[in-house]
């Protein structure tokens, strides 16, 4: 076992194939004690079941503020004050005040409203496709999966098109701060800039409304509704990190087990209606989400046979649950036609995904107009080459360098719905 402890499931080495190990504590330590790389001791959950329960059991609370005792809040590592504004955000907060705030948001990602945006992203990933065909080769992640979900999260918050690369350079910062012992000292800078950015973005929207989600939350807060100037700014970090990084991840990993798996691309090359089974299986078996963000014990749990004490932390390891044999038929092996598929990629209860419709719908069609437009997909470089980004929650690459052969259509494969 101790192996096991040693391994830090946070860094860009253990991303690659974290797999192994997660099969190791479903059948050894399914409820494992680990230390993170800032020292905190943790319980990493495993199994699908618990997993479930965990996402789902009031038990578990998000807010620690409002749990841990001075002397347990004094333990926790140091917060520089520039992070604490975003504290207040919906992924941090239970009941009442997680409702009200996700209630504010809820429609602007409805399936509904987000089938409305289909064309658009669309003719987005045909643009993209236009300038990639001419070379034969791309780096996926920067000239396809990245500018995808970054753009039309910009377009719907109103983010200046001179402004997008800039958020995404800063969450990668923030994202990976958990990777290593200095990543908090590491990441100031970029939660700095971040905070000062959206400040002005909230004031400019107040000064000269627009037709856009970040002018919508200012005047929800400008009616009278109780939202505070922390709440919004939390609230529009949360939007631009979580409306493309995880949506980044699902494109590239998806398309790199494609690659490495091409009896399957060719079977979705075949028959383009697989699409939404597809993009279902990519997200179980390449986790572009590893572990669900932190909770909190809120009394004593006993889970697997072993006792929670009340105030840990407890992180639930959704890509070992979607490998979880005692849930998935052969959960090792792809299979873009899996039915049922009930992965846990988007976590479950009252913290689902709130951009769920969005990210399969940008899947669907990322992935399938890529797979109708560029036949011969291969990898530009050897597998132990590719690079993993850092951090605790996520896992996607840094690059994927592929050629392939361009065809001559233009046209997108069409999604079905993102439902």
Same mark, same amino acid.
């Given at each position: 076992m101790r192996t096991i402890v040693d391994v830090d499931i946070a860094s860009a080495e253990f991303k690659a194939d974290p797999f192994p190990f997660y099969e190791r504590l479903r059948r050894e330590a399914p409820v494992f004690r680990l230390t993170l790389p800032d020292r905190q001791?943790?319980?990493?959950?495993?199994?699908?079941?618990?997993?479930? =329960?965990?996402?789902?059991? &009031?038990?578990?609370?998000?807010?620690?503020? &409002?749990?841990?005792?001075? &002397?347990?809040? @004094?333990?926790?590592?140091?917060?520089?004050?520039?992070?604490?504004?975003?504290?207040?955000? =919906?992924?941090?907060?239970?009941?009442?005040? !997680?409702? *009200?705030?996700? @209630?504010?948001?809820?429609?602007?990602f409805s399936a509904q409203r987000? +089938?409305? =945006?289909?064309?658009?992203?669309?003719?987005?990933? #045909? +643009?993209?496709?236009? *300038?990639?065909?001419?070379? /034969?080769?791309?780096?996926?992640?920067?000239?396809?999966?990245?500018?995808?979900?970054?753009?039309?999260?910009?377009?719907?918050?109103?983010?200046?098109?001179?402004?997008? !690369?800039?958020? !995404?350079?800063?969450?990668? *910062?923030?994202?990976?701060?958990?990777s290593s012992r200095h990543g908090t000292f590491l990441a100031i800078p970029a939660v700095w800039l971040f905070v000062r950015y959206i400040r002005k973005l909230v004031k400019a929207r107040r000064e000269r409304p627009e037709d856009d989600l970040v002018t919508a939350l200012v005047q929800v807060q400008d009616s009278g509704q109780h939202l505070s100037d922390d709440e919004l700014l939390s609230?529009?970090?949360?939007?631009?990190?979580?409306?493309?990084?995880?949506?980044?991840?699902?494109?590239?990993? /998806?398309?790199?087990?494609?690659?490495?798996?091409?009896?399957?691309?060719?079977?979705?090359?075949?028959?383009?209606?697989l699409i939404r089974t597809a993009v279902e299986e990519l997200l179980r078996f390449t986790c572009p989400v590893e572990t669900a963000t932190e909770r909190y014990a809120r009394e004593d749990v006993t889970i697997a046979g072993v006792t929670i004490a009340k105030g840990d932390?407890?992180?639930?390891?959704?890509?070992?649950?979607?490998?979880?044999?005692?849930?998935?038929?052969?959960?090792?092996?792809?299979?873009?036609? *899996?039915?049922?598929?009930? !992965?846990?990629?988007? /976590?479950? #209860?009252?913290?689902?995904?709130?951009?769920?419709?969005? @990210?399969?719908? &940008?899947?669907?069609?990322?992935? /399938?107009?890529?797979? @109708?437009r560029c036949r011969d997909l291969r990898l530009a470089v050897e597998p132990a080459a590719l690079r993993w980004r850092p951090g605790l929650v996520l896992r996607g690459l840094r690059t994927l360098p592929v050629t392939f052969t361009a065809q001559g259509s233009r046209k997108c494969v069409a999604a079905p719905s993102a439902a």
């Open positions: 001791q943790v319980w990493l959950v495993s199994r699908y079941d618990d997993v479930s =329960m965990l996402l789902k059991d &009031e038990r578990f609370v998000k807010n620690r503020f &409002e749990l841990l005792t001075k &002397e347990q809040l @004094a333990k926790q590592p140091w917060i520089p004050k520039v992070f604490m504004p975003l504290a207040r955000n =919906m992924l941090d907060l239970d009941p009442p005040d !997680h409702t *009200r705030i996700r @209630a504010l948001v809820q429609k602007a987000v +089938e409305q =945006m289909q064309g658009r992203i669309e003719a987005l990933a #045909g +643009e993209l496709l236009d *300038r990639a065909c001419r070379r /034969g080769r791309m780096d996926l992640i920067h000239d396809y999966a990245l500018p995808i979900p970054t753009t039309i999260i910009a377009e719907m918050l109103g983010i200046p098109v001179g402004d997008r !690369h800039k958020f !995404h350079r800063w969450s990668s *910062r923030v994202l990976t701060s958990t609230l529009i970090f949360l939007l631009i990190v979580a409306g493309h990084e995880t949506t980044v991840n699902l494109i590239g990993n /998806g398309m790199l087990a494609l690659v490495e798996h091409p009896d399957q691309l060719e079977k979705l090359e075949s028959d383009p209606s932390i407890v992180f639930a390891a959704i890509g070992s649950a979607n490998r979880d044999a005692t849930r998935f038929e052969n959960p090792d092996v792809l299979d873009i036609a *899996r039915e049922p598929n009930r !992965h846990l990629a988007f /976590g479950q #209860g009252i913290h689902f995904c709130l951009g769920a419709p969005l @990210a399969r719908l &940008e899947a669907q069609i990322a992935i /399938g107009a890529l797979v @109708a």
